[in-house]
C-alpha cells in the first residue's frame, strides 16, 4: 500500500469516526444526520463485508514469503548488486510500503549495517581502536544530530527529541525511514568532515 493511499484511507478513517462522534454527542449538522439515517442496514453491511475482504487480502499478501532476489545483499546471496545501495533502498521501499513480512528483520539489518559503518568512520576519524568507536557509536557520543545518535544507539544513547517520538507514534514506517536517512547522513558527515 503506497503512502498516499494509507494517508487517503486514514483521512477516510478519521472522517469517518469524527462523523460518527458528533452524530452522538448531537453535534453533527441536521443534513448529515438525515443523509445518514437514509442508510440501509443491507449497504451498511456490504461496506463493511468489502472492508473485511480487503483487509484480509491485504494480510494475506503480507504474509507471502519473501523471495532470495529481495533480501539484502548481505544474506548469502552470491550476487552482487551493480548499486551497492540498491538492496538497502529496497528494503526500506519495502518497509514503508508494510509489503515485506519480513519488515521487522530488515529493519534491523539495516540499522546494523549502517552502525558498523559509523563504527568504522568514527574510528577512522578519531584515530582509535574498533571497540572504542563502537562504544561513542552506542552511547551516541559520535554525532551531534539526536536522531541519528538514539538510532544507531543503545540504552545509553540520548533519548529522541519529543517531535521524533511523536512523528514514530503516528507513521511509524515514515519515521523509521527518516531515521535512517538522518543515520547516513551524519555517518557521511564523519567519514567525509575535513575532504571536503
Known sequence: ???LRRTLLAAVGVAGVGVAVGVVVGLAPAS??????GLNATLATAVVAAG???YAFRRRRRTEPVTESSMLADTGSETTAADPGQ???GALDRIADGSDAFAGEARTRVRERIRETAVRACAQKHGISRDEAADAVARGEWTSDPVAARFLGDERAPRYPLRERLRRWVHPDRAFRRRVEHSVDATHDLATEGSR
Open 1 to 3: 500500500m503506497t503512502a
Open 52 to 54: 473485511l475482504v480487503g
Open 32 to 37: 448529515l444526520v438525515g443523509a445518514a439515517s
Open 87 to 89: 538492496p538497502v533502498d
